[in-house]
T-cell receptor, first 116, second 112 residues
């Protein structure tokens, strides 16, 4: 069964350093999402792509976070500089673009970030 | 404000027992409601999805209900197993279905 791939699974970094996360969605899925999930809370959408275009990045802290999906396939989320409060699980999800309102988002295993 | 609230925050039950998790939402306009299971350290996995016209949907031992009038949903787990230990997240979609509001989740622990 096709899955969303993410790497690395775990990342420990010091504050002020730069970190990058990678996501490879399920093949053929046009929509890609990046979420941040703080321990004990539900995921919070950071950015949504439709193919290579950003559809929604209203919750993305643009002073330090950036995301790209240059060829409309895999995507990279970057944080520079990292802050202590960025420690969280970063989830990537994808969904097909079929126009049906019941589209399910398929989540990857996540990248757990710890900023020291 | 679009919100999804889940209760209880955490729950401990004995293996073999049933339990029910609650989800109340104020998301509008409503498109659909989904329940996800998230194992520790893993991404969420979809259990059920219901639209406005659906009152109940089952997936094995998981049965979700939806009351669109009162804006409430429940997830009932029958004959719990140790592997049911996870967080269960209620997610409500609005507009075209891709604008999601996540609940904070219920952390379920099943003990032998």
């Amino acid at each position: 069964e096709a899955e969303v791939a993410q790497s690395p699974r775990y990342k420990i970094t010091e504050k002020s350093q730069a970190v990058a996360f990678w996501c490879d969605p399920i093949s053929g899925h046009a929509t890609l999402y990046w979420y941040r999930q703080i321990l004990g809370q539900g995921p919070e959408l950071l950015v949504q792509f439709q193919d290579e275009s950003v559809v929604d990045d209203s919750q993305l802290p643009k002073d330090r976070f950036s995301a790209e999906r240059l060829k409309g396939v895999d995507s990279t989320l970057k944080i520079q500089p990292a802050e202590l409060g960025d420690s969280a699980m970063y989830l990537c999800a994808s969904s097909p673009r079929t126009g049906r309102t019941q589209e399910t988002q398929y989540f990857g295993p996540g990248t757990r970030l710890l900023v020291l | 404000k679009n919100q999804v609230e889940q209760s209880p925050q955490s729950l401990i039950i004995l293996e073999g027992k049933n339990c029910t998790l609650q989800c109340n939402y104020t998301v509008s306009p409503f498109s659909n409601l989904r329940w996800y299971k998230q194992d520790t350290g893993r991404g969420p996995v979809s259990l059920t999805i219901m639209t406005f016209s659906e009152n109940t949907k089952s997936n094995g031992r998981y049965t979700a209900t939806l009351d669109a009038d009162t804006k409430q949903s429940s997830l009932h787990i029958t004959a719990s197993q140790l592997s049911d230990s996870a967080s269960y997240i209620c997610v409500v979609s609005r507009n075209a279905g891709n604008m999601l509001t996540f609940g904070g989740g219920t952390r379920l622990m099943v003990k032998p």
